[in-house]
């Protein structure tokens, strides 16, 4: 277990993977009807597996292991379990987020913004996708921003953690009238356009499931 | 998740189990010709590691078969790792079949380029080097459908990965270094380019229902391998209008050289029988020899599908003495089988 | 009765040309291997009539492919008489497919039992009598969904005939003379025993829509190759389910030894995708394991098929040393080719 | 072309098979519509092709033959041409009623009798199906049971033909209820209950055209 020394301000990572494995899965169908609409229909799927690997390795994982390292571990899952481009991107994602914290004991909001930063950087080098491709960096890049900008405005984690999800949520409901430039959604050119991109729709649902890993109890 | 399998057309157990279940009855198929390690979820030559042969690794999402694993053996792949339906393989599966197949004279990967199979591949190789393995990587993207751009996925692999891993697989078998063998089959995809077009959508198993909804009387155009929409639909034209559209498409963006000798490839996407791809055939065969083009070397079936989509891709490969010998030379996998 | 194209998933220019237009695509694929005369509507092998060598022929309905003219060539066929899509061919054709394939050492016809094949070919051995040529008829009836008694048209042929012509071809090739080649084949039809399911209908180009509806999540029991319906209806099975019928099926009618060695042939449709058939061949072999028998040889694909309909067929084979050497034997068609 | 010597009492077999192509071509739908259910969905498209073939042989045949040679010669046509079971049975049918008229210069009631006699006889031989079959056999014997009977009462040619249509058609709607025994049908077993046979229908269709035969001019 995590040891949590106060209140409200501090993220438990296995909340965080628990709460976004369960949004998920409960909107598998949605993502991967969206990824049918311009990708091959398998991203819901593949998320799901994904996080419930990723579960699994923290389960049998080092229960004393702090938030860097653990965060490592879920990315490590991600990579070897998911597969298609979803994977190696949330998987380095997150494995660059860890090894961003290193191994400081605890996840605060200001550990957090690192984390995102790290992330964000690794999947746009493995992916070179810019803002405006189409892809989850649409997400996960807004969700950036609003974050920093209310912690560092002062704002309450739980606060910016709100802004943080409705800003990745915005960013993906702005990936409709894109044409999409990476990815699989890249091939059909302008037939892309109208349509949400489902892994900007999943990073969203991540983003969110950090509003409910915030450790309540001391 | 769970699907029904009362939703499909299908012969399935459990829908998410589909890929590998069909992995296990290919290695019993075969065994004489390979084995399916279902922990690493490799496909892998029978007598690899071949001691001092280049080895060749592919690998991508399932539901294209008989790619890849029907291209394991003898003059062809040495090992595949087969990914969930339509989804690339993960860079453990590669890593695993690289050092199961290195035969100390390097390993190649040859790549379809997908975002999810690039990505992957590239983790797999940096781990290879981690432990002192060299991995050549060789991207194939063949398919003229997809506009090329670098502000694009690029052109997506599709029919020349067939004749890339028959031809390089050749190369491997003769002795060629890991240079030459990547060489080779970067050859292949230089002067080889696809086109598909589809009749149907399919099915993923675990979504258990079609990808996109085709009207009966529409075709897709330019599609490739992954159940995709293409890049426009049009009614459905004759095999012969059709025939003239993917010719049209390859050669003007080929450019071969007049009265070049070519492979002509007609590919069944996975539903539609072979009298259909033969009668394609036959007008592709008329359209070439209309654009001054000689074909010396035909395949035409199901080699690189797209689960059960209604439809055909027509991959076409201008032939050099080289390539035309090592596509002649012997091969002995599940799908292609000459000289041995 | 003209039929439009656009009814269709179909890669068809004429539909009532469909079958001669892909006759023509197999011949201009396969020229090193056959030729076909489009005025006679045979296929015939490119250096026939072999002279001292018993001849076979064989023929029945187009939709079938690669059934027959895929199968034509060393080791197998000397000629095919493909018909009208599901419809025999006429007399006219089997005799003129018998004289160009006489090689002065007997003719062989394998004839799958149809009312129609059967007449046909009755009238064009009479014919061929007529002319000297002595003509052994074999008739290939393998299909136990079809009750056998006097009373009833009888079994089908339906899988059997595939190893049939691929094992009385080799006998033929060996130096048999007609009365063993006929005898191979008719022991070929003795120990052979198929049973096919249906997942859906098929659709012949002119007819332009499907013969039966089959209803999603149903399948037809016990069907045949003409895309007629079962013997029954049930809601669909999962793989395992399927192939333990089939096995039931073909085992229980067959009786094979204890512990006999067997091929299996797992064959599609034409509609159902290699990754659905390779994973009924495991649940194959398993089952045929928990009969007590020993699978040595097994072919998966689809090589009898019922134009683009989803489904497939087991065709068991008890074997005999005989049986399995002449199997192994070389054989270089289009859609078979092994050690040649 | 045949002389008629008489009205109204012979038969022209040229008038017999373009009506009998007509009828076959109207109802080639609805033949394998039937055949669908029961059969492998091919047989309009076959006698369709069948009676094409016989009109061509009929206009390229020699003008002066007589209707026994013409029979003949439709009968080889339909054996070459249409395949699958209906061709071989309507094909040795023919040919066998046209050896029994011999050279013949007419073909009467009385002729007809022994041709469709020696047809059904043929049709037996080759096909082995007996009555109640559900083939075509069902529709032609009656037909000739009639035909057979109304003239050896006396009743005038028209009206025996019109009896023997009546029959066939009568004979083709009894197949529904039967089991098939013969032809594809058969693999149906029970399940061939229920349906008319597609041979008897086409069968009745050809022996109403022999109505349209009668040569009226003189
Ligand atoms: N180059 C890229 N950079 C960032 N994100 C990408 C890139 N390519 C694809 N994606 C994201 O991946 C999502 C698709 O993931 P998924 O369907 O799981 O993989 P695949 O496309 O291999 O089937 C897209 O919706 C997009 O958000
Ligand atoms: N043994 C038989 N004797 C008489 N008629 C038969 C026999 N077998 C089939 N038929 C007739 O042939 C008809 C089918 O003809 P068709 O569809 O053209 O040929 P196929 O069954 O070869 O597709 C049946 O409806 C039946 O009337
Ligand atoms: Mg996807
Ligand atoms: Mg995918
Ligand atoms: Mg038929
Ligand atoms: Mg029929």
Known sequence: METSIAVDHMLSVNDWM???????????????????????????????????????????????????????????????????????LWGSALRHGGRA???????????????????????????????????MVDALGPALTALRERLDAGDPLDAALAAAADAAQEGARATTPMQARKGRASYLGERSVGHQDPGATSTALIVRALGSALVTTG | MATAIQT???????????????????????????????????????????????????????????????????????????????????PDQMLAATKAVDGGAGVVHLV??????VMNFKLAAEDAADEGIAVESVLIDDDVAVQDSLYTAGRRGVGA??????????????????????????????????????????????????????????????????????????????????????????????????GAKVLAFVNGLGGTPLLELYLLYGEVERGLRAHGLEPVRRLVGPFITSLEMAGASLTLLELDDDLLSLWDAPVHTAALRWGA
Chains 1, 4 share one sequence.
């Open chain 1, 18 to 88: 628990n709460q976004a494995a369960a949004a998920i899965e409960a909107e598998a169908d949605h993502l991967t009807q969206l990824d049918s609409a311009i990708g091959d229909g398998d991203h819901g799927t593949n998320m799901t597996r994904g996080m419930r690997g990723v579960l699994a390795a923290l389960a049998d994982g080092d229960p004393d292991a702090p938030p860097g390292k653990r965060l490592i571990l879920a990315g490590k899952t991600l990579v070897s379990t998911v597969g298609g481009a979803s994977g190696p």
């Open chain 1, 101 to 135: 914290l290193g191994d400081r004991p605890e996840l605060d909001g200001a550990g957090l913004v690192e984390v995102l930063t790290a992330a964000l950087a690794a999947v746009q080098d493995l992916g070179a996708a810019e803002p405006g491709d189409k892809t």
């Open chain 2, 8 to 90: 499909m057309r299908k012969l399935l157990n459990d829908p998410e189990q589909a890929g590998k279940e069909a992995l296990a009855g290919l290695a019993a198929a075969h065994g004489d010709i390979l084995r399916y390690d279902a922990g690493a979820q490799i496909v892998v030559r029978a007598d690899a590691p071949r001691k001092g042969k280049v080895a060749l690794v592919s690998g991508g999402g399932a539901g294209h078969e008989p790619l890849h694993g029907g291209f394991v053996g003898l003059g062809m792949l040495d090992a595949a790792c087969p990914g969930e339906i339509f989804t690339s393989p993960v």
């Open chain 2, 112 to 117: 379809k380029n997908y975002t999810g199979d």
């Open chain 2, 161 to 258: 990965t067939v004749l890339a891993e028959k031809i390089a697989g050749a190369a491997a078998e003769r002795g060629d270094d890991v240079a030459a063998v990547a060489a080779i089959a970067r050859r292949v995809n230089e002067r080889a380019r696809s086109f598909g077009i589809a009749l149907s959508s399919c099915t993923p198993p675990s979504a258990g229902k079609p990808i996109f909804d085709l009207p009966v009387g529409e075709m897709e155009v330019g599609v490739g391998i992954h159940g995709e929409p293409g890049r426009r639909r049009e009614p459905i034209g004759t095999a012969h209008e059709i025939a003239d559209l993917m010719v049209e498409a390859v050669v003007s963006d080929l450019s071969p050289a007049s």
